[in-house]
């Protein structure tokens, strides 16, 4: 009766309403994790090439870093709003924002991670007869692995919490439950969203920070010493 009696008078803690509300919180909780994933994959996917041709190309390094810096500065609004008319109302827009603005942070952070290999490292890799691909992949990227798994940790984190602005065309995962319980000011809903979101974002953070400090076993044995 007790709990019935919370979604009466509408407090901001009630069990009940996660009892009543489990698979609208779960599909919106789906929702939400696929489409972080799905951008921060895609992002990772463009931004490692970028980072590589900026690298290799002084030319480019400038633009490729002034554009994805000025695209990472539009509004989420105004972002979602100018892919409407190429995209339409779909999920499509919501995952193609928040893969721009994963750019300037991933491209940056893989870009810094390399420039960070000792060039004794690389010179000794020569000698031994690498060629340039697997130099990068034997070499340089393993080395580079704290700064690009930093920059994707931001990233995730980042586009966990900027995926609720999906929430404007229907997109939004948590963001939804959030956007429709502040109009109805349902407060239960508001604050089990919004806890749900930021318990993802610490998930996921802890998951990347796990999985970096697997593939660096190296920097644990320096730390120890």
Sequence with gaps: MADQNCLISNDWI???????RGQELTDATLQHVGITLASVAIGLLIAFPLALLARRRQSVAGPVLGLTTILYTVPSLAMFSLLLPVFGVSQAVVVTGLVLYSLTILVRNIMAGLASVPEDAREAARGMGYGPLRL?????????????????RITTVSTVSLTTVGAIIGYGGLGNLIY???????????????????????????????????????ARKRRKA
Excluded: I, N
């Design 136 to 152: 990068l992949f034997g070499v340089e990227l393993p080395l580079a692995l704290p700064a690009l798994m930093a920059g994707l």
């Design 14 to 20: 009630c069990g009940e309403y996660v009892r009543t």
């Design 180 to 218: 429709e319980g502040m109009h109805s000011f349902f407060k239960a809903q508001v604050l089990t969203a919004s806890v749900l979101c930021v318990a993802l974002a610490v998930v996921a953070d802890v998951v990347l920070l796990g999985v970096q400090r697997v593939l660096t076993p190296w």
